[in-house]
C-alpha cells in the first residue's frame, strides 16, 4: 500500500482529544489517526470517530477517495455515504496524450495507442518497477 509522508495531524497537546459532532462527543486518539493517515496502521482498526476524522483529513488534502479508504480500513462505498460532496468520481480536466491517463483511456476504448501514451505509461511503469509504487511516477512522457 502507499504510504503518505506528507500529510500531518494538526497538533493539539494531549495525543487523545474529545470533539463535538453531530452524533455528539467523539473521542480521538491522534497518534492513531496520525499512523493510519501515513500508511502504518499495520492491522489496528481506528473507531468509526477517528477514521471520519482521518478521511476528512485525507480528502481536504485531495487524496482520492479510493486510496482513502484502504488508509483508514473504512469501505470505499461507506465513505461515499459520509462525504458524498468530497467523492464525486468525475473529472473537470480532459484527457491529454502523452500521459499514463491518456494511455489508459486508449485501452478502455480499443483505440491504437498513440506513441506519446506509450512513452508515458512506459516511463510510469520503469518508476514503478525501480521504487515498488506508483507514488512519484511521471505522468506525462519527457
Known amino acids: 500500500m502507499d504510504r503518505i509522508e506528507h500529510i500531518r495531524v494538526p497538533r493539539m497537546a494531549a495525543t487523545t482529544v474529545f470533539m463535538a459532532g453531530p452524533e455528539g462527543l467523539a473521542v480521538i486518539d ?28 485525507l480528502l481536504e488534502a485531495g487524496i482520492g477517495y479510493t486510496l482513502v479508504a484502504a488508509l483508514v480500513g473504512v469501505d470505499a462505498r461507506k465513505l461515499k455515504t459520509l462525504f458524498p460532496d468530497e467523492t464525486k468520481t468525475t473529472r473537470s480536466e480532459p484527457v491529454v496524450c502523452g500521459t499514463t491517463r491518456g494511455y489508459r483511456a486508449h485501452k ?3 483505440d491504437a495507442i498513440c506513441r506519446r501514451c506509450r512513452a508515458a505509461n512506459a516511463a510510469a511503469d520503469l518508476h514503478y518497477k525501480k521504487t515498488g509504487s506508483s507514488v512519484g511516477a511521471p505522468a506525462v512522457a519527457a
Not at 47 to 54: F, G, K, L, M, V
Request: glycine share 10%.
Open 108 to 110: 478502455s476504448r480499443g
Open 30 to 57: 491522534l497518534i492513531a489517526v496520525e499512523r493510519a493517515m501515513t500508511g502504518h496502521r499495520d492491522g489496528a482498526r481506528l473507531t468509526q470517530d477517528e477514521a471520519r476524522y482521518a478521511a476528512s483529513l
